[in-house]
């Protein structure tokens, strides 16, 4: 069965600095990966997505990924962070055992970006 | 601009007073989803139409009902309405491809008195 985990509940980053939202999945076969961001009391946005290619995804707003398959990993990551990327950040896999496009969510991680 | 829209944005009914939440979508996909969010979780998806074959997930509850009258259009039904209910329903819509994006709506969050 397919699996993503996002080891960390919160994340605090000084405005400026350079930001990581870890990922790691667990698929059998070539994964599927998704990042989506979600502000207060609205629907999930979708930043960009892994399915086969350069293992450096770049997304909205300047967010980038990298998709490591040694590692299983698909941490995202930014630059210089922004007051206004403070949200809740899920990474989804793919579940291949459906037949329609279905996906699995992390458990999402909340990013904080104080000024 | 393409995109997926709820209505209402929030809703508040009655301990077991039914109520209907609307999706519709100017995407043209095939794949329409509607999740349940609470407190900042994940979302948890309660069913999906592939066209319109109705996929009901394992534990989504009787009370919960789907209607899909035209590809642009879902709803969602509950019932009878628990307290536990209260949440966020969020709608996303997908091609039918499995490396296609699912789109979200913007939600309805139900309140339950």
């Known amino acids: 069965a397919q699996s993503v985990a996002q080891p960390e509940d919160q994340v605090n980053v000084a405005e400026g600095n350079p930001l990581t939202v870890k990922c790691t999945y667990s698929v059998s076969g070539n994964p599927y990966l998704f990042w989506y961001v979600q502000y207060p009391n609205r629907g999930l946005q979708f930043l960009l997505k892994y399915i086969t290619g350069d293992n450096l995804v770049k997304g909205s707003y300047g967010f980038e990924a990298e998709f490591n398959k040694s590692q299983t990993s698909f941490h995202l990551k930014k630059p210089s962070a922004l007051v206004s990327d403070s949200a809740l950040y899920f990474c989804?896999?793919?579940?291949?055992?459906?037949?329609?496009?279905?996906?699995?969510f992390g458990s999402g991680t909340r990013l904080s970006i104080r000024p | 601009d393409a995109m997926v829209i709820q209505n209402p944005r929030y809703q508040v009914t009655q301990f077991g007073k039914p109520v209907t939440l609307s999706c519709s979508q100017t995407?043209?996909?095939?794949?329409m989803y509607w999740y349940q969010q609470k407190s900042s979780q994940a979302p948890k998806l309660l069913f999906h139409?592939?066209?319109?074959?109705?996929?009901n997930e394992a534990d989504t509850p009787d009370n919960f009902q789907s209607r899909r009258p035209n590809t642009s259009f879902c709803f969602l039904d509950i019932r009878s309405p628990g307290l536990g209910d209260a949440a966020m329903y969020l709608c996303?819509?997908?091609?039918?491809?499995?490396?296609?994006?699912?789109?979200f709506g913007p939600g309805t969050r139900l309140t339950v008195l």
């Open positions: 139409y592939y066209d319109k074959d109705f996929n």
């Open positions: 989804a896999v793919r579940d291949k055992d459906s037949s329609a496009s279905k996906i699995i």
């Open positions: 996303a819509t997908s091609g039918r491809g499995n490396t296609d994006t699912q789109y």
């Open positions: 995407l043209n996909h095939n794949v």
